[in-house]
């Protein structure tokens, strides 16, 4: 069993090396305007793929994407104007304090359930901007500005975030092809089954918030990096955390590639083709969610795959061919 399941996520494992090493060649070719836009795009995937893991597998809908981002952005901050350590270091520092973070929070919040989750990650947010905005030491209001000669840009900041995007999606592979990620699933959909089997389900989702906490941080500190100047109303606004919830609830949340086709939908389809019309994006977003939420709560991807299953079995074919076609897609649907 566990042999088989390893075998199906090595395929998809592959690709995604290919397609990370491919993306990370590409950083020389690319001019500024490419760069900044590949930065943006692939850190939108990064916190929309760790909330995939933490809402769609283990069923923690998280609204806290904000105070971990706001974390790794301060934290990346704070190492490189008090200290003389280099910009990796303060990279790494990045993922360690968004990590401390969800530590320290694990055992209020886990103990939380449904609704009460995501109303005690909100307040989360909300206290981790008020603390910012009042922390003399980190700017205050006025936030931090990072010294540019300390930091990576163009390239370098690019090929950061192909690595923070990749480690997302890995850690969505591998909740997606491995035991854990089986556990994780019997958690969410019957606690008291799953723990009845002998499941830990503090322990798992413990172990979902963790890794998802350090790479939403991880994209904070790239945040940072592509920002230069930043400050509680910027990283720590709640709107980081609505749109990593968008992104993968209109993509697909509980698939891999559901967040990256809704980062496509509402990043590329819809905030920078409307980004001179701000309001006008912001209420077709409102309109889209409800309308994904009502008749397609599975996301757009599967709607997707399940489109292309009825044209394939329209088609005139033998019943063996049609059955492995409509099986094909089923596996599509679920990736």
Known sequence: MKTRSAAKGLRPAAVLALLTITAFALAPS????????????????????????????????????????????????????????AWPLAFIGAGIGATLLALLLAVPLLRLRGDYFSVGTLAVSIAVQALLSNWNWAGGASGLTLPVERTPSGGNLYQIAVVVAALAMALTLYVRH????????????????????GVSVYRHRLAALVPTSAIT?????????????ISPDGVASVNWSLNAVLMAVVGGAGTVLGPVVGVGIVYYGLTRALQDQQTLSLVIEGVLLILIVRFAPQGAWPLLCRGVRRLTTRRRREPTAVADSDRDVRTLEQV
């Not at 971990?68 to 104007?81: R, V, W």
């Not at 491995?178 to 089997?197: I, K, M, P, T, W």
């Not at 945040?223 to 230069?228: L, P």
């Open 217 to 229: 941080g991880l994209a904070g500190a790239v945040i940072a990096f592509q920002f230069v100047v």
């Open 30 to 85: 690319l001019d500024l305007g490419q760069l900044d836009f590949g930065v943006t795009l692939l850190t939108y995937l990064a916190i929309a793929q760790a909330w995939n893991v933490l809402a769609g597998y283990s069923g923690q809908v998280s609204l806290g994407a904000a105070a971990f981002i706001a974390t790794g952005g301060y934290t990346t901050a704070l190492i490189l104007l008090h200290t003389n350590l």
């Open 178 to 197: 491995s035991a854990f990620g089986l556990r994780l699933a019997a958690v969410r959909d019957n606690e008291s089954a799953a723990a009845g089997l």
